[in-house]
């Protein structure tokens, strides 16, 4: 679904994305217990301070009898305590209690929030509580006097600074981490694009190379990496894949080469049998059997043709000639099969058309074109020929038909080798190596093959040749 590219950059994200997240959950958490920790500290150093101030206190007020004192609460109150420092702390608030938990100095937000009862003052507790919509940190302490423990402490302290710290870092992680997976997503980008360059060098390099161009490499790229391993893999596949092509090729050209002979034989044979024998059956079967031969014989010239154009010895032996007289030639080794269908041949040729070509694989080229015309007509039909020079530096030869057609999802086939719409497998002979053959030699003089058609109605070949 996905490319690797984009994989890649997603999960390089994703998990970037996930280890910023788990940094900062954890950074936050160490800085909010670092930041309580502190407040908590500080709270304490403020309780102690108090704690000393109500022992002093009572040693001011009872001398050494500290238990007059206890009894008597009512002569503490919130100006003793006013000079002692806040310690940091922000908006600090203060109650005393007796360990019963009757308060001695009381303070308006606290008491809000509700008065301990006697078993939480017996023990030292840190509490955070929110009061009236803000955070307090509170710390409960009893107070020792002498041996006794009549008073508790309870200190408390806004705990607004901290969140207004935790806050603008949040703001800074909620700034930082997605500018942060921008950039991991462009860094990902342009990696990933430049270590793949290569590689969609090495793929557009391979769609070119064919059963055709197999001598072609893939061009390596200089790091020394995976890419140009697997570059060299695939330059040592294609190297096989050429030796195999190479021996399969020589076989097809050792094969037909070795067949025709026998096949002329055996068609010289035949001939003669047909001249002699008198018995009407046994004739029909040797003219059937002389027919099979000679497309026989025809498909092996076709091969041994193919595997000639295949080599890379190949040259094209090009000579001046009359390309008008070529196709009357053409069309005249045509009549016989032209005459028993019958479809009768229309030239159209201008002048004399002088031409520098490869003669011979023209003709093969022509003779398949009207064997094509002929052979997919039917009968009483006309095929018609045009030769015709053009003003400009090109010359046409349309050979036209009104036979079977192609269906326009062929028409792009039927050059491959061996390819035959499905209305003539069946019905017609032929082996489907024509065109591919016609279209090879054709490409060799610059020229080009057009094909127009409709299925039912009838085709037009035009071979464009430079002049
Ligand atoms: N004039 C035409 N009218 C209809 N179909 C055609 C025509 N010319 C070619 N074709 C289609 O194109 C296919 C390929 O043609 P090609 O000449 O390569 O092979 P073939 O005629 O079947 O065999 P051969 O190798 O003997 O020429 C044919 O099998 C046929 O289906
Ligand atoms: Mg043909």
Redesign the pocket.
């Known amino acids: 679904m996905f490319s690797i590219k984009t994989k890649i950059i997603i999960s390089y994200t994703v998990l970037f994305g996930i280890i910023l997240f788990g940094f900062s959950f954890i950074v936050y958490q160490d800085i909010e217990q670092t930041l309580l920790e502190r407040l908590d500290a500080n709270l304490d150093k403020y309780c102690a301070a108090i704690k000393e101030r109500i022992n002093a206190v009572a040693g001011e007020q009872n001398g050494e009898n500290a238990g007059d004192f206890n009894n008597d609460p009512g002569n503490i109150s919130h100006s003793d305590f006013r000079n002692i420092p806040w310690m940091d702390l922000h908006d600090v608030r203060l109650a005393v209690y007796t360990i019963e938990g009757k308060p001695v100095v009381e303070d308006s937000l606290l008491s809000s929030y509700g008065k301990p009862n006697g078993n939480n003052l017996k023990k030292s507790e840190f509490l955070t509580r929110k009061i009236h919509g803000k955070n307090y940190r509170l710390f409960r302490s009893p107070v020792q006097i002498e041996e006794d423990t009549l008073y508790a402490v309870e200190v408390a302290a806004s705990m607004e600074p901290i969140n207004a710290n935790l806050r603008s870092m949040t703001m800074l992680f909620l700034m930082i981490i997605p500018f942060a997976l921008i950039i991991t997503g462009v860094m990902a980008y342009v990696i990933s694009v430049a270590a793949f360059k290569p590689m969609a060098r090495m793929a557009k390099e391979a769609s070119l190379i064919s059963g055709n161009n197999l001598d072609r490499k893939l061009e390596l790229p200089r790091s020394h990496d995976e890419i140009r391993k697997l570059g060299e893999t695939l330059n040592e596949m294609i190297k096989r894949i050429e030796a195999a092509f190479k021996s399969q090729k020589q076989f097809i050209a050792n094969a037909s080469h070795e067949i025709k002979t026998p096949l002329t034989i055996i068609r010289a044979e035949l001939e003669f049998a047909l001249r002699n024998l008198q018995n009407k059956e046994v004739k029909e079967s040797v003219r059937i059997a002389l027919e099979e031969t000679s497309s026989l014989a025809?498909l092996t010239n076709?091969l041994l043709l193919m595997s000639s154009l295949d080599s890379l010895q190949f040259t094209l032996h090009l000579e001046k000639f009359r390309l008008d007289e070529l196709l009357i030639d053409c069309v005249y080794a045509m009549k016989q099969s032209a005459a028993q269908k019958p479809v009768s041949i229309n030239f159209n040729i201008d002048d004399a058309v002088e031409f520098l070509g490869d003669k011979e694989k023209l003709k093969r080229v022509f003779e398949?074109l009207i064997?094509?015309?002929v052979?997919?007509s039917g009968t009483n039909s006309t095929v018609t020929i045009e030769l015709i020079s053009l003003a400009g530096n090109t010359i046409e030869i349309i050979i036209q038909?009104n036979?079977?057609?192609?269906d326009a999802t062929?028409i792009d086939k039927?050059f491959e080798r061996f390819?035959?719409?499905p209305?003539?497998r069946s019905t017609?002979?032929?082996?489907?190596?024509?065109?591919?053959i016609a279209k090879e030699i054709v490409d060799l003089h610059n020229g080009e093959i057009k094909v127009q058609?409709e299925l039912g109605k009838g085709?037009k070949?035009t071979v464009i040749l430079p002049a």
């Open positions: 025809t076709s398949n064997d094509n015309a052979k997919y038909d036979g079977i057609g192609i062929e039927i390819y035959r719409t209305e003539v017609y002979s032929g082996s489907g190596l024509g065109l591919a058609s085709t070949v």
